[in-house]
């Protein structure tokens, strides 16, 4: 059952006083070593050496690079579900509750666990939950059942095409934005109001089951196409919250009331993107690619890479409306909405430098700063 937020919460709100509020956390997950890479690696080399105590990690091609990345988080392949929840995921679904946008998302070749981690259900093994369901247990916990709302829309964007993966009829779904707040929505797509977590679960089950039916029916696989769970939430919160309005409001949040009067709503967004796999993005045709697909993968993909690079260096002008995928993160990164990508990567020597482009990949994202934050000071 629901209880209401706990007054402890309020104090890990982003505020602008906070420097690393609205930074990109980029944290690295290592898989363990698979059945397949212990067949394929003659010698069970591995090309990373991770230190997590020290938050870096080190590449190897013919020898240890004399330089260590230095992440936010670096996870060995022993790190469990719940820790990797707790460190990467928490603080954004907080900041959610809060009344802030915030997004979630995993890069990394295809193989290297982002489903895993983001997608897996744990129905037998609770303790192998991935990020999604432990989510929505937070959300459902930190809300009221009676004056609280939280509903999930679940899509799938293939070649710049947004699918509905509750509804697999509804295709060329179109993003809209309230040219007023900026708001960034999918009008048409399922919503479907969560109530409890076994709900959760069948819903995601059936966006699961659907995704698999059209990708097969696409023919493609779903390691080319992006998922994204939306989590729409909508909060009653009474006026002895709001005590420090003025200032939290300077930050972004998105309060549909701008009076004093009590309750107010307030709405946020949590969007889970479990990114198409990075890999091959410079050759088009490989590995079953189609040059098509490839060159769809690259516009979103590259296009994320550009819009990360441009708040990295504090730019004026972000452009997220080069590509579907950017479109409808534009108002859940960056800026006063609080973002978190989880890098994945494999041990195996064979995916060498495939494994070098997404540390680098995530490398740039860590410079990513809060664009309101630099404005104010
Ligand atoms: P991706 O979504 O990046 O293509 P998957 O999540 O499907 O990769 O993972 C590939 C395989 O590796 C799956 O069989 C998955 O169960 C396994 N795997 C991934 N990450 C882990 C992990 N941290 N611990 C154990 N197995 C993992």
Wanted: with cysteine; glycine share 6%.
């Amino acid at each position: 059952s629901r209880r209401s937020v706990t007054p402890s919460s309020r104090s890990r709100s982003p505020s602008l006083n906070d420097p690393e509020n609205g930074r990109v956390r980029v944290a690295v997950r290592l898989r363990p070593r698979t059945a397949e890479d212990l067949v394929s690696d003659a010698d069970f080399s591995d090309c990373v050496e991770i230190q997590p105590e020290l938050k870096k990690l080190k590449l190897r091609k013919n020898n240890w690079s004399s330089e260590a990345y230095r992440f936010d988080e670096v996870f060995s392949g022993g790190a469990s579900q719940r820790r990797i929840y707790e460190v990467v995921a928490k603080p954004v679904v907080e900041s959610v509750l809060d009344g802030y946008n915030g997004t979630i998302m995993a890069y990394g070749q295809t193989g290297t666990g982002k489903t895993y981690t983001l997608g897996r259900l744990g129905e037998d093994d609770a303790s192998e939950r991935g990020i999604m369901v432990r989510a929505l247990e937070d959300m459902i916990a930190n809300t009221s059942a009676a004056s609280d709302n939280l509903e999930i829309s679940y899509l799938q964007l293939y070649m710049e095409s947004v699918q509905d993966l509750l509804a697999p009829e509804k295709i060329n779904i179109p993003i809209a934005e309230d040219p007023k707040t900026g708001e960034v929505s999918a009008p048409g797509a399922s919503v479907v109001g969560i109530q409890n977590l076994d709900q959760f679960l069948q819903v995601l089950k059936v966006g699961e089951s659907n995704r698999h039916a059209a990708n097969t029916k696409m023919n493609t696989e779903s390691s080319r196409s992006h998922a994204i769970l939306m989590i729409n939430v909508r909060r009653s919160v009474q006026g002895n919250e709001e005590n420090d309005t003025s200032t939290i409001r300077k930050d972004g949040r998105n309060d549909l009331s701008n009076s004093h009067a009590i309750p107010t709503v307030r709405r946020s967004k949590l969007l889970i993107v479990d990114l198409a796999g990075s890999e091959r993005l410079d050759k088009s045709g490989s590995e079953g690619h189609t040059a098509e697909e490839t060159k769809f993968i690259n516009l979103s993909l590259s296009s994320l890479g550009k819009c990360i690079n441009a708040l990295a260096e504090n730019s004026p002008h972000i452009p997220t409306r080069d590509s579907k995928l950017t479109r409808l993160l534009r108002d859940s990164f960056g800026g006063s909405a609080r973002t978190s990508l989880i890098i994945t990567i494999g041990p195996s020597s064979r995916h060498h430098a495939e494994t070098t482009s997404t540390i680098m990949f995530g490398q740039r994202a860590m410079k990513v700063v809060n664009t309101v934050k630099l404005k104010e000071e």
